[in-house]
C-alpha cells in the first residue's frame, strides 16, 4: 500500500534538499551544476525511450530526432575535444572506463594506473577492492610511482617500472593517466612514449578535468601522446550526469561494439541531448569558465594558506586545477571535519592523502579534505567570493561558531542562486515551482 502522502514525502525531501544547497556552500570537486535548459531536456520524453546500437543502425524504431540529436553530440564533442572518434552513449565516466577496459584487454593483462591515496579512483582499482579495472578480465592493476613533493607521477622511476614489468613478461596494455585528486597537469608525454614502446596504449581518465581540458585550462592530452580519454560530463564539464569516450579514430570500431552491446543495453537519451546542450555551452564559454575555475582554485589556496590552513602543494602553487587539497590532520582527520564542515552548510569531502595508509589512517578517516571550486564558478563567485569563502572555512574549522558560519555562508550564496556560462543565465533551484507545482501541491 502507499499513497499520496507517500508521494509527497519523496517531493518535499527533494525540494527541502534544493532549500539546504542553495544556502549551502557546494565544494565537492567532482560536482557542478548544470544550466536550465540542460535540466528541462533531462525531463524531457527521451528519457522514456529506447535506442540502442548507434545512430542509423538501431535495434528500436522510433529513433527519427533521437539519431539527429546524437550525431549533433557526437559533432560538438569532436569539435570541443578536437577528436576523431566520439561515443556519447557511456551512461557514467566509470562505465566509460569499463568499455575502454572490455575494448582493449584480455584475460591476463594488466593495467597501470594511480593508486587511490596518490589521486587515483576506483574505477582503476584492484579486483579485490572490486575496482572496476581489477573486475574486467581479472586485469592485474600496476600503480605508478608517485613523487610525493610535486603531487604527481614521478616520470623516471615510472618509467623504469614500466620497463621492468616487461622485462618480467607482464602483459602491460593501458596506462590510465588522470585521477580523482588531480591538482597539476601529468607528464603525458613524458610516459606515453615508453607505454608504446612496451605495448601499452596510453589512455587519460579526465573525469574531473575534461572541463579544464575543454577550456584549455590544463593539459591536452590527446595532443600530448594518449589515445583514449574518458571522462564524466558532470564534474568541471557543467552537465548532466554521465559519461564520453573520446580516441583516435582507430579505436572506434572496438570501442563502439565495448559500448553497445559490450557494457550497456540502452543508453539514456535524454542524456545524450543534455550532453549536446553542454557540449555547445562550452564551446562558447568553455575557455572563459574553465579560467574562472583555476584562477578561483588558486585564490581560494593562497587565501587559505595566509590564514594559517595546510594547504597540499604549498611550495609548488599549490593547484592548476579545479580542486585543493587540505591537510587537516591537526583538527582530527578529514571524516570529523567533513562532518562538522556539513553540519555548518559546507558541503566538501574527505580525502585520502598520499602517506595516509602508511600513517595508519584509512578511506573513513584520511588526513585530508579536498575543495573543488568548479560549482561556486559556475554559479558566479569570483575572486572576491573566494576570499570569503577562505575566511568562513578557516572560522568553521577553527571555532564551533555554528550559527555564524551558516549566516555567513547564506548571506554569500544569497546573491549567486544562478547558473552562468550560459546561453541564458537561469535559476540554478527551481525544482517544485512552476512545472512540478500541479503535481506535489494537488
Ligand atoms: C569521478 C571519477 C570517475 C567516475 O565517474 P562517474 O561518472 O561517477 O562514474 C572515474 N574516474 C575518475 C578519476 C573519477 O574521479
Not at 585528486?181 to 573525469?207: K, M, N, T
Not at 572563459?288 to 594559517?308: C, K, M, Q
Not at 579536498?370 to 572576491?384: A, C, D, H, I, Y
Amino acid at each position: 500500500m502507499s499513497d499520496l502522502s507517500d508521494y509527497r514525502k519523496i517531493t518535499s525531501l527533494v525540494k527541502q534538499h534544493e532549500k539546504w544547497f542553495s544556502e549551502s556552500l557546494p565544494l565537492i570537486a567532482s560536482e557542478n551544476v548544470a544550466s536550465r535548459g540542460v535540466r528541462e531536456v533531462l525531463a524531457s520524453d527521451l528519457g522514456q525511450r529506447y535506442a540502442e546500437g548507434w545512430p542509423g543502425e538501431r535495434v528500436y524504431a522510433g529513433c527519427r530526432y533521437i539519431d539527429q540529436i546524437e550525431l549533433s553530440a557526437i559533432d560538438l564533442a569532436k569539435r570541443l575535444f578536437k577528436a576523431e572518434f566520439v561515443d556519447v552513449r557511456p551512461v557514467s565516466g566509470a562505465c566509460a572506463n569499463l568499455a575502454v577496459y572490455s575494448a582493449l584487454s584480455e584475460p591476463n593483462d594488466s593495467l597501470m594506473a594511480l593508486s587511490i591515496p596518490n589521486g587515483g579512483h576506483v574505477s582503476a582499482g584492484k579486483k579485490e577492492f572490486s575496482g572496476t579495472a581489477g573486475l574486467v578480465h581479472g586485469l592485474q592493476i600496476e600503480y605508478f610511482a608517485f613523487d610525493k613533493a610535486n603531487m604527481n607521477i614521478d616520470i623516471d622511476e615510472s618509467k623504469k617500472k614500466l620497463r621492468a614489468l616487461h622485462a618480467e613478461g607482464s602483459r602491460l596494455k593501458m596506462i590510465m593517466f588522470g585521477g580523482s585528486l588531480l591538482l597539476f597537469p601529468q607528464p603525458v608525454r613524458e610516459l606515453s612514449e615508453v607505454a608504446l614502446e612496451i605495448g601499452a596504449i596510453p589512455c587519460y581518465d579526465a573525469a574531473h578535468v575534461a572541463g579544464l581540458i575543454a577550456g584549455g585550462e590544463f593539459q591536452d592530452p590527446l595532443r600530448e601522446g594518449a589515445h583514449l580519454m574518458t571522462f564524466s560530463t558532470h564534474k568541471t564539464l557543467f552537465g548532466p550526469q554521465g559519461g564520453t569516450i573520446v580516441a583516435k579514430a582507430e579505436y572506434g570500431e572496438g570501442i563502439k561494439k565495448a559500448v553497445f552491446p559490450g557494457t550497456s543495453s540502452n543508453h539514456h537519451l535524454h542524456n545524450v541531448a543534455a550532453k549536446a546542450l553542454t557540449f555547445a555551452e562550452f564551446l562558447k564559454y568553455g575557455r572563459a569558465y574553465a579560467g574562472d575555475v583555476v584562477r578561483n582554485a588558486f585564490a581560494l589556496a593562497e587565501r587559505l594558506s595566509e590564514l594559517g590552513e595546510k594547504v597540499i602543494g604549498e611550495n609548488i602553487g599549490y593547484t592548476k586545477s579545479h580542486q585543493i587539497a587540505l591537510d587537516v590532520t591537526r583538527y582530527g582527520d578529514g571524516g570529523f571535519v567533513e562532518k562538522k564542515l556539513e553540519s555548518m552548510n559546507i558541503i566538501a569531502n574527505r580525502q585520502l592523502l598520499p602517506g595516509d595508509l602508511q600513517a595508519g589512517r584509512h578511506y573513513t578517516n584520511p588526513g585530508g579534505v579536498r575543495l573543488g571550486v568548479s560549482e561556486l564558478t559556475r554559479l558566479g563567485m569570483k575572486k572576491n567570493e573566494m576570499q570569503e569563502v577562505a575566511d568562513i572555512l578557516h572560522l568553521a574549522l577553527n571555532s564551533e561558531k555554528t550559527s555564524e558560519v551558516k549566516r555567513r555562508v547564506s548571506r554569500l550564496r544569497r546573491s549567486h542562486q544562478e547558473v552562468h556560462y550560459s546561453f541564458k543565465t537561469s535559476a540554478a533551484y527551481f525544482y517544485g515551482q512552476a512545472g512540478a507545482k500541479s503535481v506535489s501541491s494537488s
